[in-house]
């Protein structure tokens, strides 16, 4: 049975709600995390908190052992598209020396489960509708460095007996129903974005080309929900624990929404009219991507909560609006 649950990157906005439904669920949470894109006040005053960073394995391990942690949620990373494109020592080091070195830390320990968020961004673009075997070609770096972490983890868990989980996030979005903790950080999200924007006097929203081989010009996402992706942790976490089986799974809606009508979502939901800026094209950006999560649906028993575009939006207005 799972008891002790280390959450790397626990202070960042996915794991703070990961952190919620573990506590809720009576795990005993533990979260490392050097702060540098996380915040204190997401910490959940239930978990304990070591201000680490995953690159020195000593720490690490001396945290594992000491607390006999069995499991652990791998979410410690940077992931902006546009800023791996223009830094990509950095996300060498962070996701991919991080995880290395992660991996060393849980040598000679009860760890026996690992839950890995990784990216869409690791297949190959023009594909629109992908599955878990559907071909690996990230166009930037953040996916390439996502994909190596994901072969360090299958190549470690097989010769360690590590039952691994390994989570594709589509694009992630909104903030707890209780509006208590939500995204702080921020990075290129669009979601993020335009809430910040529409705090503005006179909105102005960028657009990054609208020349794409869509229905509006604009790229297509499969959002989903952050209390969604929480359970889903949950969820596979104990799933690999119960048939010691390793299994990749795609997150997602299976929905493809795109930056227009997530705009226009947007719109509905205050007064305020959004000017709109249309820049080139971004450097690495996928034109369309969208989840098949049926192997989702086979291996846990999950229903989304949140699948609907106006939750998704009101709760990212709601939580700017708690944080203002």
Partial sequence: MIKNILITGGAGYIGSHIS??????????FIVDNLSTGYKKLINKKAKFFKENILNVKKIHKIIKQNQIDSIIHLAAVLSVGESQKKPKKYKR????????????????KVRNLVFSSTCAVYKDGLIKVNENSKLKPTNIYGKTKLRGENIIQSFSKKNSLN??????????GSSPSGKIGQIN???????????ELNKRKPVFKIYGTNYK???????????????????????????????????????????????????????????????????????????????????????????????????????????????
């Fill in 20 to 29: 919620e439904i573990l506590i809720k669920n009576k795990k005993n949470v």
């Fill in 94 to 109: 962070i996701n991919v020396e991080g995880t290395k070195n992660l991996l060393l830390a849980v040598k000679k320990t």
């Fill in 214 to 324: 869509t229905k509006d010009g604009t790229c297509i996402r499969d959002y989903i929900h952050v209390s969604d992706i929480a359970e889903i942790h949950f969820k596979v976490l104990n799933k690999i624990d119960k048939v010691k089986k390793s299994k990749i799974l795609n997150c997602g809606y299976s929905k493809g929404v795109s930056v227009n009508e997530v705009i226009q979502e947007f719109s509905k939901h205050t007064s305020k009219k959004i000017k709109i800026l249309v820049l080139p094209r971004r450097n690495g950006d996928m034109v369309k991507i969208i989840a098949n999560n049926k192997n989702l649906y086979n291996f846990i028993n999950w229903k989304p909560r949140f699948n609907r575009l106006n939750l998704i939006v009101k709760s990212t207005l709601k939580w700017e609006n708690n944080i203002k």
């Fill in 186 to 196: 921020k990075g290129d999200q669009l979601f993020k974005n335009l809430s910040l």
């Fill in 164 to 173: 691994y989980g390994i989570l594709r996030f589509f694009n992630v979005a």
